[in-house]
């Protein structure tokens, strides 16, 4: 049986940080890509940060970049999301996917950037409010 587990969600005010952790059972971890998404009410899902199966390539949606950083402990079967200098935009349900297919790597859409959702296997997903 797949399982997803996201936890380290939680209420801060702006400036702060917070730790996104996700552990996975019953798939291959080892050989998968991981990325986590996230969802704001009222607006589409989407995909913040992805890491490869070996850790060694990394995606971040541009509003992002240089504040949070993502990591993975294979021998753990968890991926981790640290989350610095928080901003009231980062509200938002995350949550934490696993590639399908054997997929190793993750991708781009062309033209938009947007990371590609090959994901399969899904968490339930964990809450972040950044206060202002």
């Given at each position: 049986?797949?399982?997803?587990?996201?936890?380290?969600?939680?209420?801060?005010?702006?400036?702060?940080?917070?730790?996104?952790?996700?552990?996975?059972?019953?798939?291959?971890?080892?050989?998968?890509?991981?990325?986590?998404?996230?969802?704001?009410?009222?607006?589409?899902?989407?995909?913040?940060?992805?890491?490869?199966?070996?850790?060694?390539?990394t995606y971040y949606r541009d509003s992002v970049k240089g504040r949070f950083?993502?990591?993975?402990?294979?021998?753990?079967?968890?991926?981790?999301?640290?989350?610095?200098?928080?901003e009231p935009d980062d509200t938002a349900m995350y949550y934490c996917a696993?590639?399908?297919?054997?997929?190793?790597?993750?991708?781009?859409?062309?033209?938009?950037?947007?990371?590609?959702?090959?994901?399969?296997?899904?968490?339930?997903?964990?809450?972040?409010?950044?206060?202002?």
């Open positions: 049986q797949v399982q997803v587990v996201e936890s380290g969600g939680g209420l801060v005010q702006a400036g702060e940080s917070l730790r996104l952790n996700c552990t996975v059972s019953g798939l291959p971890f080892n050989g998968l890509a991981m990325a986590w998404f996230r969802q704001a009410p009222g607006k589409e899902r989407q995909g913040v940060s992805c890491i490869s199966y070996s850790g060694k390539s950083t993502i990591s993975r402990d294979n021998a753990k079967n968890t991926i981790y999301l640290q989350m610095d200098s928080l696993a590639a399908g297919a054997a997929r190793k790597y993750c991708t781009a859409v062309a033209g938009t950037g947007e990371l590609k959702d090959e994901f399969a296997y899904w968490g339930q997903g964990v809450r972040v409010d950044v206060s202002s």
